[in-house]
Every structure is written in structure tokens, then in C-alpha cells.
């Protein structure tokens, strides 16, 4: 290995280069720029660490590679009048007397990068700079099959090309320099490194001599290969076209707009866990989120559950390190702490801590939440993913998954771990039993759960920075110009300075017309607003309480509402204005303005599902089981199914013997079953328990009944679709279980009962019970996995091979198979022996004994026969549907009276009466 010796001459070169490098400064780096000082002198960071040394003189590098196409850019400087050279890449001169100074067009003042793609046959690139220059280094890549061979001058940092590369040296005095994701080993002068020689025509100058250094991308050990083995997606599991591995790195990345959400799910399950992984996101403003303790909704693997948010959104912000719950409750923990230490368009560490219902988030070690969430997940998968939207590429480098971890991360231990979570001395009182006297306008209600800004009124606060919002003229529609048509809430805010002296002025805030919907506050306290459709003519004049103005700057918040066609701040000129006594400001000019929920995502939050829709939501779902199905007070019990759970009620028989076995409390069925209901598709009547009213007349005001605990009786139909077809069964399937745990966590799983043939037709029953078996596997396995009771009526029914008929097509139950069905769910419950002397009379189609029992039975049916006319009227088009304006529809002595829904509502004191026979019949049968 030649050893160097610093003469005369490269004192001088030292100096010269020296000099080139302040030149270099003033193109890539401002003069502020922090500098340190660098054996060749004082140097400024980052970029021109690459250009610190070089060598100098006449280099002749060769490179060992495989043959292929590449792309080689070297770095090249100091180029004036006196320096020039010829560029030479495998004999070919494809620059000549290359001259910065002439580059540049006669000015010196940065570096610039020589690109060159060429195909390599001979195994070794052979690199010659012919004259005097300096080489600071090289990058080269594979290149792309379909890139013509071209020569190109790069003279800016963003220009650098850093896609696929294989080899980056750097013939300087730093290792390990990073720009992007390439890192750069620092060459030693005329020695071999990773397969790259050096001998140049004269001296060489600058770099580490006589240092073998390590390869450019080293490969870490991965922790738990179980979970990620560094080379492919085994165990993963997302779309195609969106994932892929990458030298031991996840990446999701499209070049083109991504039409939703797109998850890489793996099969790993958790429960208590501790994840690190390093994320780089670009463009730095796109969004992704790291899903954990979630579960996929349906087959295109949309997700629900706790998300740990990645990235910026342009009206919300910061979103690194955040807690989200996708497609459930929205943000639980949102902050801007990651800002203080996030790296933009650069890696960032992110750990992810739960521990029973605690949940910590870091990014680069900054501690950003820290929650106690009782009401959250405790189990389930982790899933990487890719915002939908503009084309975007999200690296996650070297999951690390650790189960059942101390309580720690990696800048913080588990005492200010512990004391960073909310103080919890103080237990919530509970809620007032009061009903509420005027709730909610329906469109504030759907505003208040999905837009942004209307989270705790971030966006009316007066200490809220608009800085970074655009800027409109007012008044004018927001959706002609500034948000092409637009649909949804938009957010105004304006400052108004003023003196003391208008402080104390009686004062009203004047808005002109508002199409359609708003709320105005004035220094976050709210002074008025029209909530519902119809007021985009109405004048807004808000008075302003005293005490709410203040000297110096006051905000003036407008939330506007608008669903459809023009919208926005839309009166005159001279309609605006904020009046302080006799004195009058104007309100006309430029507010800011910021786009909030859009109408398709307050549109999407109202669709409730069909099953769910009767069911009166509480503030918080009912508990679950605390062990197992068990009845300990007065109970409401919704079932949900197809046609065998809906003739069920007709019958009575589950009813009646569930009722009977527990005497102490008031049972209460309400069989919500409906023929031909799947997990997939449900048939209602247009605003049939809709939460809004329809175009044509009055909303659905029926009661909701307030479900405790819920039977879901699904999967028959379904299973026709052949066993290939459950992993979407399961997505549906557990999609309609998350919506019923909003409600209640108390659900019993029921399977389908299995095919029969009792009418002898050409079928293959045992393909089709084989089919079912997957189904009812399916069921079993959610049903474990989330430690819900199971009546299991496949199992118990036999595949079908019951001695007797239990069924009249082969699908659907006789009273002999419903009457076996409620001996299974006693059985499989735990009450069949509080039942056991009740029986189903022998050569009878129906009746149970002894007779007290027949009779419990029999009123249960009468109430369940009311609860079916209210449940489902035949009258539904005059009730609430679309003839609702036609004159049968009204009383014809009493004009302006509709006496169809008086009617309906009269059955809900009849089933009052109805539940307290039962109860009276339920004391006899007891007795």
C-alpha cells in the first residue's frame, strides 16, 4: 500500500482546495450554516462533506462489477479557466475538456455532478479523468432497462438521482455520510475498497489513508425473524403492486394516485408488545401509520383499530407519533410533539409501547403519547400502511417486535413512563339519567364526530395558529375558486385589533348570508350559528356578550356548513362588519380559510348498518361477559339473523325457555331477524330507523330499544358460496361484530345449522355441509379469538343426520328443529337444568308442557306477534316512506293529522301490557 507524504506542493493543493470549497458553499448552503471544523479545513455540513477531499491530479478509478446496464454519476469541482480535463467512462469520452467555469456560464460557485448510463461488458469500469480536476467521488446505480444512454450535467443537490444504487464512495475524509437513504464509505487514496481501485498519473490528495472501511449497506441482525425475516412478505399479507422488500426494508410506494388506504397486515398476533422501526416517508407531506392490536374490516384489508399516525396533512399538521383509531373513534391522543425532533424526507425511529390498556408512542426517542384507554383493544394484528392519495413511497427499515415487554423505551424508564400518563385520582361521575331536553342538530351531531377542527372547537380557538392557512376575499363562495367544488364544513377566521376604548362599546358581529350552515365564535366563546338546511337567505346579526372582546388582537371564528351547490360567506360587501357602538369595521376583505370534513365523509359517518339501526347507542358499549354467558338483571336481548333466527321468535321456544330460567330478573326479547339478511347485504325500506328524515316527508321516529346483549345467528347462505369465499365471510363477518361492540360487547355467536335433503332432490349435500363445516371453523376461531359465548348448532345438529326432520327445504327449520335449536342454546349456555322439566308435547306441531309452560309460551308469542307490527309495519310506505303525502295518509276529519304513525305508536303500551303477562305467566310456571 503507497504511503503519502505531504510535500510543498500539497500544502498548497490543501490550500487551494480550501478556497474551492467556500465557492462551493454559496450554491448548495446559506451563509448561516453551521461549520466544523475538517482536516482540510473549515467545512460546512452535510452535502459538501462529500466534496471535503479528492483526488486530485489525473484519477484513473476502476470499479468491479457485474456486467448490466448502470447509471455512474461522479462528483466533480473547481473548474475556472485553468482547469479542464476530458471525462473518459470505458473509453469513450463522454466529456471533453469538461470546464466548470464554462458550466456554470462564467461564474464559479458549486460543484456539479456528471451523469453517464452505459451498458458494461467487460466486468470493470474503467474511469479516467484526463487533465486536472477533482474527484470528490462516485454513485453508481443499476440502471433502468428502458433509459437511453445519455450524458447529463446535474448542478443541484434535489437533482442527485439515489434510486437502486449499488455502490457510493466517497473520496473524502467522512464516513458514513448519509443523503437519502444511500450512505457513503469514505476511500482511501490509491488503495482498494469494496471492490474500487484507485491510481492516479500524479499526486493524490485528501482522504483517510491506509483504512479499510466496511461495506456501503450493512446488514443488522434481525431481532425476531418470526415476525419480519428481512427478505420477503412471508407472513404478510396486503395488494398486490403496493409492497415489496427491499435490501431488508418494507416499502410501500405508488406512482400513481392510490384509490383508498392500502394495509401489508401481518399474521403475528398481540397482545401486551413493544415495536421499534425506523420510517422514512416521501414526499415528506403524504401520510401512513403503523396499525397494531387492529383487525382488517373487509377483503380489501381496510382496517380497524388503534393506528400509530405517520406524516403531515396540510390543514391538521403534525401527525408523527400520534394515536388514531381507524374506522372507530377517531383521534384519541393528538399533539404536536413529534415536530421538535422529526427528520423531514429522512429516517425517523418510531416505538410503539401497550401494556394492558396503556399506550406510549416515541419518535426519535421524543415521548409523544401517553394514554390510559379502558375502553380500547387488547389483542389483535399489526398492519403497515399507505395513505391513500397522491403518489407517495413509506420505508419501514427493521421491525422489531418484542411480546410482553417491561414498561420502558429507549429515553425514558418506567417511572416517567408511568407519571406521563393522565391522572385517573379523580373517578368520572357518572352521566345524568335526565334525557336531554334539545339535543344536537343532526348535521352538528355528524360535524362535532368527524371534522377536525370541531374537536374540542380546536379551529374557534383564539390562541390557534391560522398562520399557515390560505387567504380569500369575503364574501364569496369558496367552492368557485378557492375549493373547486367543494362540498362540506369550511373554517373562517379573521383578527380584528382594537383599542380599549371599543372594548367597551356594545357590540355585534354582522355577517350578511351564509349559505347554507354556521356557528360564529369571537375569542373561542360562541355568539351564534343556524345548524339546520334552509337558512342560506337568513341574515346573520350576532350580538357580543360584554366581556368577551378584549384589547389588542380578537379572532372571529365562522364554521360554515355547506352541502351542496355554492357555498360559503355569500352576502354583500356591505353586509359585513363588526359594530362597536355608532363605529362600524368592516368585515369585507381577506380571512383565512381552511377546508374541514368534506360531505362525503360526513355522509359516510351517518350510515349506520341496517343491523344496528333499531339499537340505541350508549355513551359506552355494555361490558362484556365478565365469565362466560351469564344473566345477573334485567335484560334486553336483540337477535340478529336470517330467516331460521327470525322464525324463531315465531315460535317461541328459545324465548320461553330462557325466560323461564331466570325467574329473578325481567327478560325482554327483541328478535331484530330478517329472511334473506347475510353479513353482506341486508334489505331495509328507504329510511327505515334512519337517523335523518328523507326528501319526501317525516324522519323515522320510532324508539330504539336499548340492547344489552345481542344473538348473532348468521352464516347458511353465505356458506353456499363455497368454501373459497370465508376469508371474506370472516372481514364481513367480524366488520358486523365491531359495529354491534359499539353497542354492547355481550354477544353470543350462533353457527348455521347444518343442509339436509328432505325432499330428495339432486343435491350434494355433503359437498355442501363440507363447505358449511369451513364456515362454522371460521365462526368458532372469531369467536375464541374475541372470548365470546358460542352456540354451536352444526355441531350439535349433526352435519344433517338427526334421526327425525328438522327441516322443510333442507335450510330452514320445522318446530322440531327449532325446538332442538333452543335445547342448544340451553345446553351450550348453561341453563338447560333450571329447564329441564319442560318438554315439547308429543304428537303436538308446537305445544311445550306441562301446560304452564305452554301457556308462557303462548304469551311470548302474542308479544313477539306486536313487537313484529311495530318492528315491520305493512303499512311502511304510509308510515315513512314515499307515500307519505298522499291523502290515505292523513285523516280526512282532521286535515294536517297523519294517523298511521298515532296508530303505531299506540303498540308500544300494548307491549308494555304484553311483557307483564309474561311475567305473570313466568310466576305460575315457576311456582
Known amino acids: 500500500m503507497n504511503r503519502l507524504f505531504v510535500s510543498l506542493r500539497s500544502l498548497i493543493v490543501t490550500f487551494l482546495t480550501y478556497l474551492t470549497l467556500t465557492a462551493l458553499n454559496l450554491m448548495f448552503f446559506p451563509a448561516s450554516a453551521e461549520a466544523t471544523e475538517q482536516p482540510g479545513g473549515w467545512i460546512l455540513k452535510p452535502l459538501n462533506e462529500l466534496f471535503s477531499a479528492s483526488i486530485h491530479g489525473a484519477p484513473n478509478v476502476d470499479i468491479a462489477v457485474p456486467n448490466g446496464k448502470y447509471t455512474l454519476q461522479l462528483l466533480l469541482y473547481e473548474g475556472w479557466a485553468s482547469r479542464?480535463?476530458?471525462?473518459?467512462?470505458?473509453?469513450?469520452?463522454?466529456?471533453?475538456?469538461?470546464?466548470?467555469?464554462?458550466?456554470?456560464g462564467g461564474s464559479f460557485?458549486?460543484?456539479?455532478?456528471?451523469?453517464?448510463?452505459?451498458?458494461?461488458?467487460?466486468?470493470?469500469?474503467?474511469?479516467?479523468?484526463?487533465?486536472?480536476?477533482?474527484?470528490?467521488?462516485?454513485?453508481?446505480?443499476?440502471?433502468?432497462?428502458?433509459?437511453?444512454?445519455?450524458?447529463?450535467?446535474?448542478?443541484?443537490?434535489?437533482?442527485?438521482?439515489?434510486?437502486?444504487?449499488?455502490?457510493?464512495?466517497?473520496?473524502?475524509?467522512?464516513?458514513?455520510?448519509?443523503?437519502?437513504?444511500?450512505?457513503?464509505?469514505?476511500?482511501?487514496?490509491?488503495?482498494?475498497?469494496?471492490?474500487v481501485t484507485n491510481t492516479a498519473d500524479g499526486d493524490v490528495y485528501g482522504g483517510e489513508f491506509a483504512q479499510k472501511l466496511p461495506q456501503i449497506q450493512q446488514k443488522t441482525e434481525l431481532k425476531n425473524p418470526e415476525f419480519f425475516n428481512g427478505k420477503d412478505l412471508i407472513g404478510w399479507q396486503g395488494n398486490e403492486g403496493y409492497w415489496s422488500v427491499k435490501d431488508g426494508t418494507i416499502?410501500?410506494?405508488?406512482?400513481?394516485?392510490i384509490p383508498r388506504n392500502e394495509f401489508l397486515w401481518s399474521s403475528v398476533e398481540v397482545n401486551d408488545f413493544y415495536l421499534t422501526v425506523d420510517i422514512k416517508l416521501t414526499p415528506d407531506d403524504r401520510n401512513a401509520g403503523i396499525?397494531?392490536?387492529?383487525?382488517?374490516?373487509?377483503?380489501?384489508?381496510?382496517?380497524?383499530?388503534?393506528?400509530?399516525?405517520?406524516?403531515?396533512?396540510?390543514?391538521?399538521?403534525?401527525?408523527?407519533?400520534?394515536?388514531?383509531?381507524?374506522?372507530?373513534?377517531?383521534?384519541?391522543?393528538?399533539?404536536?410533539?413529534?415536530?421538535?425532533?422529526?427528520?423531514?424526507?429522512?429516517?425517523?425511529?418510531?416505538?410503539?409501547?401497550?401494556?394492558?390498556?396503556?399506550?406510549?408512542?416515541?419518535?426519535?426517542?421524543?415521548?409523544?403519547?401517553?394514554?390510559?384507554?379502558?375502553?380500547?383493544?387488547?389483542?389483535?394484528?399489526?398492519?403497515?400502511?399507505?395513505?391513500?392519495g397522491p403518489p407517495q413511497t413509506v420505508h419501514y427499515r427493521d421491525p422489531t417486535l418484542t411480546h410482553d415487554p417491561k414498561i420502558a423505551l429507549e429515553n425514558q424508564t418506567s417511572e416517567q413512563l408511568l407519571a406521563a400518563l393522565p391522572n385517573r385520582a379523580e373517578t368520572p361521575k357518572p352521566a345524568s339519567t335526565k334525557p336531554i331536553t334539545k339535543p344536537l342538530p343532526y348535521?352538528?351531531?355528524?360535524?362535532?364526530?368527524?371534522?377536525?377542527?370541531?374537536?374540542?372547537?380546536?379551529w374557534a380557538k383564539p390562541d390557534f395558529d391560522h398562520g399557515q392557512w390560505k387567504t380569500m376575499s369575503v364574501p364569496g363562495h369558496f367552492d368557485i375558486a378557492d375549493l373547486p367544488e367543494f362540498d362540506g364544513v369550511v373554517w373562517f377566521r379573521k383578527t380584528v385589533e382594537l383599542s380599549q376604548e371599543q372594548v367597551d362599546a356594545a357590540a355585534s358581529v354582522h355577517l350578511g348570508?351564509?349559505?347554507?350552515?354556521?356557528?360564529?365564535?369571537?375569542?373561542?366563546?360562541?355568539?351564534?350559528?343556524?345548524?339546520?338546511?334552509?337558512?342560506?337567505?337568513?341574515?346573520r346579526n350576532y350580538p357580543v356578550p360584554a366581556g368577551i372582546l378584549k384589547a389588542g388582537k380578537n379572532t372571529i371564528a365562522v364554521r360554515v356548513m355547506d352541502h351542496g351547490s355554492p357555498g360559503g360567506i355569500a352576502g354583500t360587501p356591505e353586509q359585513l362588519f363588526l359594530q362597536l357602538d355608532d363605529e362600524r369595521i368592516s368585515l369585507a376583505n381577506r380571512w383565512h380559510f381552511a377546508p374541514g370534513a368534506n360531505l362525503v365523509a360526513l355522509n359516510n359517518y351517518s350510515q349506520v348498518p341496517a343491523l344496528v339501526r333499531p339499537m340505541n347507542r350508549p355513551a359506552s358499549p355494555v361490558p362484556a361477559f365478565a365469565d362466560g354467558f351469564t344473566i345477573g338483571s334485567d335484560q334486553t336481548i336483540a337477535v340478529v339473523g336470517g330467516t331460521n333466527a327470525l322464525e324463531s321468535g315465531r315460535l317461541g321456544y328459545l324465548e320461553t325457555l330462557l325466560v323461564a330460567a331466570h325467574p329473578e330478573h325481567q327478560v325482554r326479547f327483541r328478535n331484530l331477524a330478517w329472511q334473506a339478511d347475510t353479513v353482506y347485504q341486508q334489505q331495509r325500506p328507504r329510511n327505515f330507523y334512519a337517523p335523518d328524515k328523507p326528501d319526501y316527508g317525516e324522519r323515522d321516529d320510532r324508539a330504539k330499544i336499548e340492547a344489552d346483549i345481542v344473538f348473532f345467528w348468521m352464516g347458511q347462505t353465505e356458506s353456499l358460496d363455497g368454501p373459497d369465499r370465508v376469508v371474506e365471510f370472516t372481514a364481513a363477518y367480524e366488520q358486523q361484530l365491531n359495529h354491534i361492540a359499539q353497542y354492547t360487547k355481550r354477544i353470543v355467536l350462533v353457527t348455521p345449522v347444518p343442509f339436509s335433503n328432505p325432499l330428495n332432490l339432486d343435491l350434494d349435500i355433503q359437498e355442501r355441509n363440507k363447505s358449511l363445516a369451513v364456515y362454522v371453523a371460521a365462526i368458532d376461531k372469531i369467536g375464541r379469538e374475541r372470548k365470546l359465548p358460542i352456540v354451536n348448532l352444526a355441531t350439535a345438529f349433526g352435519e344433517g343426520t338427526m334421526p327425525f326432520a328438522l327441516s322443510h327445504n333442507g335450510m330452514h327449520l320445522l318446530p322440531a328443529g327449532h325446538w332442538e335449536a333452543a335445547r342448544v342454546f340451553a345446553s351450550q349456555l348453561g341453563f338447560a337444568e333450571r329447564v329441564a322439566s319442560i318438554e315439547r308435547a308429543p304428537q303436538s306441531d308446537a305445544a311445550l308442557e306441562p301446560l304452564s309452560a305452554e301457556k308462557l309460551r303462548q304469551v311470548i308469542g302474542q308479544k313477539n306477534d306486536l313487537w313484529f307490527r311495530y318492528w315491520r309495519p305493512t303499512n311502511w310506505a304510509f308510515l315513512y316512506g314515499n307515500r307519505q303525502q298522499t291523502p290515505s295518509s292523513w285523516d280526512h276529519e282532521k286535515p294536517g293529522r297523519r294517523w298511521f304513525p298515532e296508530e303505531l305508536q299506540n303498540v308500544i303500551p300494548q307491549l308494555d301490557q304484553a311483557e307483564q303477562r309474561i311475567h305473570e305467566a313466568l310466576e305460575v310456571a315457576t311456582q
Open 84 to 104: 479542464s480535463a476530458d471525462i473518459v467512462i470505458e473509453g469513450e469520452t463522454v466529456k471533453t475538456a469538461y470546464d466548470m467555469f464554462k458550466e456554470q
Open 109 to 195: 460557485d458549486h460543484g456539479s455532478v456528471l451523469r453517464h448510463t452505459f451498458t458494461l461488458t467487460d466486468g470493470n469500469i474503467d474511469i479516467e479523468i484526463k487533465g486536472s480536476l477533482h474527484f470528490g467521488g462516485l454513485i453508481l446505480s443499476k440502471r433502468k432497462s428502458d433509459t437511453p444512454d445519455e450524458v447529463v450535467i446535474v448542478k443541484g443537490q434535489a437533482a442527485l438521482d439515489l434510486q437502486d444504487v449499488i455502490k457510493a464512495v466517497n473520496f473524502g475524509d467522512t464516513k458514513h455520510l448519509m443523503i437519502g437513504d444511500v450512505e457513503f464509505a469514505a476511500a482511501a487514496a490509491n488503495t482498494t475498497v469494496d471492490g
Open 251 to 257: 416499502v410501500g410506494h405508488s406512482d400513481k394516485n
Open 291 to 388: 396499525q397494531f392490536r387492529s383487525r382488517p374490516l373487509d377483503v380489501y384489508g381496510q382496517a380497524f383499530g388503534y393506528q400509530a399516525d405517520v406524516g403531515h396533512d396540510q390543514v391538521i399538521g403534525n401527525c408523527w407519533g400520534n394515536l388514531y383509531h381507524e374506522h372507530g373513534r377517531g383521534k384519541l391522543d393528538w399533539n404536536d410533539h413529534a415536530s421538535q425532533v422529526l427528520k423531514k424526507g429522512d429516517w425517523n425511529r418510531y416505538e410503539i409501547l401497550a401494556v394492558g390498556h396503556r399506550i406510549w408512542t416515541a419518535i426519535n426517542g421524543k415521548l409523544c403519547v401517553a394514554i390510559d384507554d379502558p375502553t380500547g383493544e387488547l389483542s389483535g394484528r399489526i398492519a403497515f400502511q399507505i395513505h391513500g
Open 443 to 458: 348535521w352538528t351531531r355528524l360535524i362535532v364526530a368527524v371534522d377536525p377542527g370541531s374537536q374540542g372547537e380546536t
Open 513 to 539: 348570508q351564509i349559505d347554507d350552515m354556521d356557528v360564529t365564535w369571537v375569542n373561542g366563546s360562541r355568539v351564534g350559528g343556524y345548524e339546520d338546511p334552509g337558512h342560506h337567505y337568513t341574515v
